[in-house]
């Protein structure tokens, strides 16, 4: 009869452990080493980024440059610039070219090994801003932004008033009203938006029309009623517009060139003294 043999009994492994100083020298060991692998890594590249390869050399500038030339934008920008590839204050060098005047965004970009990549957006002015003489201009965002005196009065553009932060406002009250006025044969030249939230327009003919307060719909809606009615007005007596008031419920107010009006008593007085 024969015998099942038997499993060999297994043998556990006998680990030593290492002494608890020992440990813990082996632990800051390690620790130490990958320190100064850090820090030989960090003057390793530090050193490099210190090598003349990486000084900036030259500026490319793309985009809108009908204002400003590139020669002239590297030229007033290049000297506020400080560091090399590496180390240059991008945010810096950004605000540097949107310092210039009409520049309204510039995005900077590195280019290696030595070089910056600037490309930029300039204002697109529709109207003035403020009072006659003043250096402001307004762009196609509504945005009001500075220039030199010369570049406004180059440009033939209307004028646009009211309070700070309303120049949005008052451009989008522009972009309604001025082809309603061209119904009358007349240019918008400049447009108010008073403190009080009343609006006034001068045409260039030199007439004032007072549009009173409201939203724009409520204030284009009036003033296309005013259009259809006052050409046959000012027909009828061969006058030209020299001002209207349209701040009433039920009509409106109007004074036409050579054409005085006069009060009851005046008519009175006047038959009183023939």
Do not use: C
């Amino acid at each position: 009869m024969s015998r099942t043999p038997r499993s060999p009994t297994p043998v556990r492994p006998v680990v030593h452990m290492l002494p608890p100083d020992v440990r813990r020298m082996n632990t800051a060991t390690g620790v130490l080493l990958g320190v100064l692998t850090v820090l030989m890594l960090l003057l390793a590249g530090a050193w490099t980024a210190r090598l003349p390869l990486f000084n900036l050399s030259a500026v490319r500038v793309d985009g809108d440059t009908a204002r400003n030339s590139a020669a002239t934008l590297r030229a007033n920008v290049m000297s506020k610039l400080s560091g090399n590839f590496f180390t240059v204050d991008m945010a810096q060098t950004r605000a540097a070219f949107e310092a210039v005047p009409w520049v309204r965004k510039a995005l900077v970009q590195r280019e290696f090994p030595n070089r910056l990549r600037v490309v930029l957006q300039e204002h697109q002015p529709l109207a003035r801003w403020g009072a006659d003489g003043d250096p402001y201009l307004v762009n196609t965002f509504g945005e009001v932004f500075e220039v030199n005196q010369g570049d406004v009065d180059a440009q033939n553009l209307p004028l646009l008033s009211g309070p700070v932060g309303q120049a949005a406002l008052l451009l989008q009250g522009y972009q309604q009203l001025s082809p309603v006025f061209e119904q009358l044969d007349a240019v918008l030249e400049a447009l108010e938006l008073t403190g009080q939230g009343s609006w006034r327009a001068q045409l260039d003919s030199g007439a004032v029309v007072n549009l009173g307060h409201g939203s724009l719909d409520e204030i284009q809606a009036r003033t296309r009623r005013f259009i259809d009615t006052v050409t046959q007005v000012s027909s009828r007596y061969g006058r030209s517009l020299e001002s209207a008031d349209l701040r009433y419920s039920t009509g409106y107010a109007l004074k036409l060139r050579g054409v005085t009006t006069v009060s009851a008593s005046d008519v009175k007085d006047n038959k009183v003294k023939r």
